[in-house]
């Protein structure tokens, strides 16, 4: 049997499942693995429920492989004798809600996709009614997987399909007319706004039909929204330099009041104004940041460590608590589940990637939850003939930003990058006008007020791969690099690429 650990990639499963005459990639998961892990899930959840009977639902984002890995799946479970809800294309915050909501209410759920990856690529997302599985308990569902040792039925479970994404549109629909709730027009809140959406050919496409259309807007000039698992217009991913280009020109093109772009499986969002600026990361943050502190004053917002100086300052002048945490956007959620537990309110998890969750929504990060909620605070705002860009219109951006991915030349490369980093604040702190940044949980942090730097940055290792990174942000032009030059000079004594 194959090693079906190397294929957990944090709380998910991912490799290479399409063979592609133009990659020299082989194929990493399998068809029969599928087969494998899913009757492990059922295994394991089955033992963990201690019910004689469970209902998994499954389902799938535009991916080339999906049909056959959710047939697959579908087949191995019904043999085992466990019910399946066949969600066919879904999204996965969907997938999780179909635990939680009523007409569903089943035990578990699997979603393939591998998030905003080349079509190559794909995956599965495990969900319980407790959300996505932890490392752990992805660890433990492949232990089952390995052994082989598989739960049977005499009799062979049943299968409904359902059109989960008809039912969860619904939910988003009811959600933006009660939060705008507005008298003279409560059914259709939005009308009068011009809105596109870009889906980028994976499965948000619904979004413009069934939760817009249905609520007044105008979302003529959507673009990419029929799914397409090859992706041929550009990679479906907020942070991606291409994509966000794509949905700025439409929103102009188009004279839109706002523009809305999804990941493949609509974990994740952003959005752009009505000028074509691009609201994300940083601004993105403080966007529902203001509408969740208005609801919830002095709420902590845990957030990623990229985060920028201009945020914090924002959230505060907003009577907010900032929390900048570690990069995953797993730790961002459980860090304000923490929280919470701990007494402290926190209200909402962001990381700049998008993801974004809220305490009010079981803590699922789900991009089209995260646009209702803006959406609700745009259609007031248009009522007032304002933008949602002017809410925050005090966010202070720096002028500049770069990112630098550097391999560590090490085998046990783990090791040297944390004692690259700890000689790294010996060092910094050597440098005038740096200082370190207190409560860093990720790698070292130090704002730099040199006249010619006025920034900040952070060395951190990566989560998954043999690198370091360091991102920089200057208020200056010209600052990012005067930073770099004193980090490079440090970091040119290591095995590194840099």
Known sequence: MRQLHKLQNGTDVRGVAYKDENSNLDITLSTEDVRIIAKGFATWLTDKLKKDKIKIAIGMDSRVTGPVFREACKEELINIGIDVFDCGLATTPAMFMSTIMDEYDCDGAIMFTASHMPYIYNGMKIFTKDGCLEKSDLKDVLDVSMSGNFISSENKGKVE??????????????KIKKGVSSKENYDKPLLGMKIVVDAGNGSGGFFAEKVLGKLGADTNGSQFLEPNGMFPNHIPNPENKEAMKSI???????????????????????????TGKAINKNALIAVISKIVLEENPGSTI??????????????????????????????????????????????????????????????LDDGAYLVSKILIKAAKLHSEGKNIVDSISSLKEAVEGAEYRIKINKKDFK?????????????????????????????????????????????????????LVLNIESDLEGGCNQIYTLLHKFLSNYELSI
């Open 161 to 174: 399909e359902k059109n989960l994404i008809e039912d969860y549109s619904k939910v988003l629909v009811n």
């Open 248 to 274: 700025s020109e439409a929103t102009i093109k188009n004279n839109a009041d706002l523009g809305i772009i999804f990941d493949t499986d609509v974990d994740r969002a952003a959005i752009v104004a009505s």
């Open 302 to 363: 845990v957030t990623d460590s990229v985060t920028s100086n201009g945020l914090a300052d924002f959230i505060e002048k907003n009577g907010g608590v900032h929390h900048r945490f570690k990069r995953g956007y797993k730790n961002v959620i459980n860090e304000s589940i923490r929280l919470n537990e701990e007494g402290k309110d926190s209200y909402l998890a962001i990381e700049t990637s998008g993801h974004a969750a809220l305490k009010e929504n079981y803590f």
């Open 415 to 467: 090791p040297y990058a944390n004692s690259i980093i700890e000689a790294l604040k010996e060092y910094a702190n050597g440098v005038q006008n740096w200082s370190e940044v207190e409560k860093n949980y990720e790698g070292v942090r130090f704002n730099c007020d040199g006249d010619s730097e006025k920034g900040w940055f952070l060395l951190r290792v990566s989560l998954h791969e043999p690198l």
